[in-house]
């Protein structure tokens, strides 16, 4: 049960609440997150879900990519999280090659929520994937899907690059984002696809969609924390904007990201691909 704390006059965000929030025109602003000192600034700055991303791999840990991200490192910093943040959502993500088996998920999945108190656990892609999300979802377990630009998938694509470019592989999106809905999850992350083709899908969807450099029509927006802080080094993505110049503070930041992810102001034409 949520007891609030003193002073606390919202509700936590919950799983069934994503779609009517969907339903009501509302976005949903999501930062990543890997300690409980920041999760407890993106709390008081208003975020509605908070990501502990396999990001970290790169933007805590120093690695190129991802790849090398564990359980045992997801679950820690899970777990610091959820005692910083307890009113947004906790969505955590599975590792590489985690949903290689369904039985693989499961126990990934199960430590995630058991042990780093997660709502929700993340899987990158379609296909084999399938069958693990519904597995997990089977066993109550909530999942939100990324389809686009899967991190975890840096080597097969060549690097970091836009997709869903070509009619093909715009259809190709389009079928996975239906499969992905028909298997179970109840969010989709959306990364580095064409604002149209991001606004098409979120369209046909029932579930809501988060996007990350795919454009403004997406029902709502995630982003890595230490890029809205300006702290990431080497060039920044495109569709990043350094929101602590605008808010003075690293709370003040995170408004200022709600509030322009709520009013629409972001992401703009710069921010996203054609």
Not at 35 to 55: K, Q, T, W
Not at 66 to 81: F, I, K, P, Q, R
Not at 131 to 144: F, G, K, S, T
Not at 214 to 219: L, T, V
Request: charged share 20%; proline share 5%.
């Amino acid at each position: 049960m949520y007891n609030a704390r003193p002073g606390e006059t919202e509700s936590p965000v919950t799983v069934p609440s994503l779609r009517q929030r969907k339903a009501r025109g509302e976005k949903l602003s999501m930062l990543t997150c890997y300690d409980a000192s920041f999760a407890a600034r993106l709390e008081s700055g208003g975020v509605e879900l908070i990501l502990v991303g396999d990001s970290l791999g790169m933007v805590v840990q120093g690695h190129r990519h991802t790849l090398g991200v564990s359980v045992d490192d997801m679950v820690y910093h899970c777990a610091a999280v959820s005692r910083g943040a307890r009113r947004p959502l906790l969505v955590a993500d599975m590792p590489f090659q985690t949903a290689a088996s369904r039985e693989r998920a499961l126990d990934a999945a199960v430590r995630l929520q058991a042990e780093g108190n997660a709502a929700m656990v993340k899987l990158e892609g379609a296909g084999h994937v399938l069958d693990a999300i519904r597995y997990l979802v089977e066993r109550d377990i909530p999942v939100c899907a990324h389809l686009g630009l899967t991190p975890q998938s840096v080597h097969k694509f060549g690097g970091f690059r836009l997709q869903g470019r070509e009619a093909s592989a715009a259809e190709a999106l389009r079928e996975q984002a239906r499969a992905v809905q028909d298997a179970g999850a109840e969010l989709l992350v959306l990364e580095c696809v064409p604002s149209p083709l991001a606004a098409e899908i979120t369209a046909e969807l029932a579930i809501p969609t988060i996007g990350i450099g795919a454009g403004p029509g997406c029902d709502g927006q995630v982003l890595v924390l230490h890029d809205v802080l300006g702290v990431t080094p080497g060039r920044r993505p495109r569709f990043v904007r350094d929101f602590l110049q605008e808010g003075g503070s690293v709370e003040g930041a995170v408004r200022a990201y709600v509030a322009a992810v709520r009013d629409g102001s972001f992401p703009d034409a710069e921010h996203s691909f054609a």
